[in-house]
């Protein structure tokens, strides 16, 4: 069996080096291709094009920036559209909104293919490590066949029930996430306003109920103002900005989110976008 995976970012190429190292066929491309010679090096095929990936490939995964891109690999010329047909599967695992991706699911079934959006929560390192928590949403047929596959990407998955649902709850998981950073750079540079050393700082924390994975592993490097792209920072800005769309959509307010995603986009008009979503705090504290 032939799988395909389209968009070797920093996920992508993490989570197809997975796939390839188990052993699989796997068939990988990159808008800019020079990005899938160290898939080709570690033994995958390289691809001339999202259609030719999803004509060859029985299953097609996607790891893309935004819903434009995600859009555009898949309805685009020379798109994933175009080599779909019965037998064939979709799994876009970006972060996008969800009627982008309902109207994603609904032209790759229009064209007798399944679909399933599985967008991932975790970072590189999960990545690479093939820890990602995986929420899916859409076919349950396609989720069942292709989980010992998802398996070795990620060490948890859920199915959430009918397509839009994996992309809402990976929106409100980085909401979250937002907010929990932007409180924490301001939390670090308050405490240096009133010479309170950081790492006192993260050492209550991490003793308390506040404590947590990402301020154990952000802290240290954003005192050191080391921000090496994870998570690029416009994902962050674009997760917020959808977040607070579909706040809005249901007429909720996200007060806190609305504020994250202003210093978010602040930071990328600053020129931020391509560092970590840590390197907000050079917006907050500099
Ligand atoms: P990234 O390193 O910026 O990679 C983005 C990928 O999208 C690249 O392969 C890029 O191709 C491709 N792309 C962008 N615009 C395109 C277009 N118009 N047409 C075709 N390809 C296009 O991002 P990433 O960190 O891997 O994140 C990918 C997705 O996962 C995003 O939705 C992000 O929000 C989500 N995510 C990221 C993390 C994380 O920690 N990094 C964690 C969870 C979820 P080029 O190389 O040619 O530019």
Same mark, same amino acid.
């Given at each position: 069996?032939?799988?395909?995976?389209?968009?070797m +970012?920093?996920?992508?190429?993490?989570?197809?080096?997975? $796939?390839v *190292?188990?052993?699989?066929?796997?068939?990988?491309?990159?808008?800019?291709?020079?990005?899938?010679?160290?898939?080709v090096?570690?033994?995958?095929?390289?691809?001339r094009?999202?259609?030719?990936?999803?004509?060859?490939?029985s299953?097609?995964?996607?790891?893309?920036?935004?819903? @434009? @891109?995600?859009?555009?690999?898949?309805?685009?010329?020379?798109g994933?559209?175009?080599?779909?047909?019965? +037998? /064939?599967?979709?799994?876009d695992?970006?972060?996008?909104?969800?009627q %982008?991706?309902?109207?994603?699911?609904? @032209?790759?079934?229009?064209?007798g293919?399944?679909?399933?959006?599985?967008?991932?929560?975790?970072? /590189?390192k999960?990545?690479?490590?093939? %820890? $990602?928590?995986?929420?899916?949403?859409g076919?349950?047929? $396609?989720?069942?066949?292709?989980?010992?596959?998802?398996?070795?990407?990620?060490? *948890?998955?859920?199915?959430?029930?009918?397509?839009?649902?994996?992309a809402?709850?990976?929106?409100?998981?980085?909401?979250?996430?937002?907010?929990?950073?932007t409180a924490?750079?301001?939390?670090l540079?308050?405490a240096?306003?009133c010479?309170? *050393? &950081?790492?006192?700082?993260?050492?209550?924390?991490? &003793?308390?109920?506040?404590?947590?994975p990402?301020?154990a592993?952000?802290?240290?490097?954003?005192?050191r103002?080391?921000?090496?792209?994870?998570?690029?920072?416009?994902?962050?800005?674009?997760?917020?900005?959808?977040?607070?769309?579909?706040?809005?959509?249901?007429?909720?307010?996200? @007060?806190?989110?609305?504020?994250?995603?202003?210093?978010?986009? $602040?930071?990328?008009?600053?020129?931020?976008?391509?560092?970590?979503?840590? &390197?907000?705090? *050079? %917006?907050?504290?500099?």
């Amino acid at each position: 069996m032939r799988y395909g995976f389209l968009g070797m +970012g920093i996920m992508g190429s993490a989570m197809a080096t997975n $796939l390839v *190292k188990a052993g699989l066929d796997v068939t990988v491309w990159n808008r800019d291709g020079a990005k899938c010679d160290p898939l080709v090096q570690q033994g995958a095929r390289q691809g001339r094009s999202p259609a030719e990936v999803a004509e060859n490939c029985s299953v097609t995964f996607a790891m893309l920036s935004d819903p @434009a @891109a995600a859009e555009s690999v898949c309805i685009g010329p020379d798109g994933v559209l175009e080599g779909m047909g019965p +037998g /064939k599967s979709y799994i876009d695992m970006s972060t996008i909104d969800p009627q %982008t991706s309902c109207d994603l699911a609904e @032209a790759v079934t229009e064209q007798g293919g399944r679909h399933l959006e599985a967008p991932v929560s975790g970072t /590189k390192k999960p990545a690479e490590d093939g %820890t $990602l928590i995986i929420l899916t949403a859409g076919d349950r047929t $396609l989720y069942d066949e292709v989980g010992p596959v998802l398996d070795l990407m990620g060490k *948890k998955r859920l199915f959430l029930g009918e397509t839009g649902q994996a992309a809402r709850m990976k929106l409100v998981v980085n909401m979250i996430m937002g907010g929990m950073m932007t409180a924490f750079s301001e939390g670090l540079t308050l405490a240096d306003a009133c010479h309170l *050393k &950081a790492e006192d700082l993260l050492d209550v924390l991490a &003793a308390g109920a506040l404590g947590n994975p990402m301020f154990a592993v952000k802290g240290p490097l954003m005192t050191r103002r080391e921000f090496a792209p994870a998570f690029p920072l416009k994902h962050m800005e674009k997760d917020l900005r959808l977040a607070v769309e579909l706040g809005g959509d249901h007429a909720k307010l996200m @007060a806190t989110a609305e504020a994250a995603q202003g210093l978010f986009r $602040l930071a990328l008009e600053r020129g931020l976008g391509d560092e970590d979503f840590s &390197a907000i705090h *050079k %917006t907050i504290a500099d």
